[in-house]
């Protein structure tokens, strides 16, 4: 039991999905010192670039993961859910081992990540992430998650011709991201019950606010997108089915408030023009000199997104 926010020294440590993915993700642990680098590869120079620019917000996605994760941690010891304190362990290491491997990867193509000015939604969506209790956090790493699924299957494994490297590194992340996947579905079945109509609604907003922010973030790499012979509006039209059926296999039918700006939720393919974009698709003029400003600050700025105080339930 929990006594004023402090577990018990000796909890409960029952046998649970949440345990058994523990396990799993403690046995099935690697490195990018498992991978070959000296691989050749066989993107041209237009798909290493592509690549680079694409790995975006998927890179910035896994740091702040792996330091939202230790910050929301005493939340989940405060409410008592030992096995869920122990899966996100796992998780933090899961998130940790994808953002050194991703570093590595940027060194090999030979090109740095888009700048914050290139893509300021960066910001604004991992921003969204921090608003709310634990129960949004999970459900905002969800759908993180299955945005990631679909870019590593469509740019790895499910191309025609899988670049060695990166097929071999994107399979190795998919086996983490199907572990997430699974706990965050657990998670929020386990604790969607108890939320109250509001509380409901207010996850189908941060929903529609985050897939548009998303769709805001691919618009601006298109024909990065394109260099890989995937279609923008089918990844859009994947991700927002995937969304739109685990949502509902928790609980959250879809049904919105009238009013809704979200996109349309009858399970076709989203365009991506069917989404109202927010009004930033130019970055301002600016001296020279913010973006070193930004670089020297970056540690900063993330660790002041992840360590917003998060609300209790």
């Not at 039991?1 to 046995?27: C, S, W, Y």
């Not at 620019?53 to 859910?81: C, D, H, K």
């Not at 740095?112 to 960066?122: F, K, T």
């Not at 922010?213 to 279609?231: G, I, P």
Request: charged share 25%; glycine share 8%.
């Amino acid at each position: 039991m929990a006594a004023g926010g402090i577990t018990r020294v000796f909890p409960d440590l029952t046998e649970d999905l949440l345990l058994n993915l523990f396990h799993k993700g403690a046995q099935a642990q690697w490195t990018s010192r498992d991978l070959d680098w000296k691989i050749p590869t066989s993107l041209s120079p237009r798909q290493r670039l592509a690549l680079a620019r694409l790995l975006t917000p998927v890179y910035f996605g896994e740091q702040t993961a792996m330091a939202g994760a230790s910050s929301i941690l005493p939340s989940v010891m405060a409410a008592g859910e030992t096995t869920a304190q122990l899966y996100l362990a796992s998780f933090i290491m899961d998130e940790a081992r994808h953002f050194e491997a991703l570093t590595q990867l940027y060194r090999t193509l030979g090109h740095d990540p888009l700048g914050i000015r290139d893509m300021p939604e960066l910001l604004r969506y991992y921003h969204r992430l921090r608003q709310g209790d634990r129960v949004d956090w999970v459900w905002g790493i969800l759908i993180s998650d299955i945005i990631g699924k679909h870019f590593y299957r469509g740019l790895g494994p499910n191309q025609a011709a899988p670049d060695p490297l990166f097929g071999g590194l994107s399979t190795r992340i998919l086996r983490d991201e199907s572990r997430h996947l699974a706990f965050a579905e657990h998670y929020l079945k386990r604790n969607f019950a108890s939320l109250v109509p509001e509380r409901r609604q207010a996850l189908v907003e941060m929903r529609d606010d985050l897939f548009r922010m998303l769709a805001s973030m691919t618009e601006r790499v298109r024909a990065d997108v394109e260099a890989f012979d995937v279609e923008v509006d089918d990844f859009l039209g994947g991700v927002w089915t995937d969304i739109e059926t685990v949502g509902k296999r928790i609980g959250l039918t879809g049904d919105v408030l009238d009013g809704s700006n979200g996109p349309p939720r009858n399970g076709h393919s989203v365009a991506v023009k069917a989404v109202p974009l927010p009004v930033s698709a130019a970055p301002q003029d600016a001296g020279a000199g913010d973006d070193n400003i930004v670089a020297r600050c970056f540690g900063c700025l993330l660790s002041l997104i992840c360590s917003q105080r998060l609300a209790t339930t």
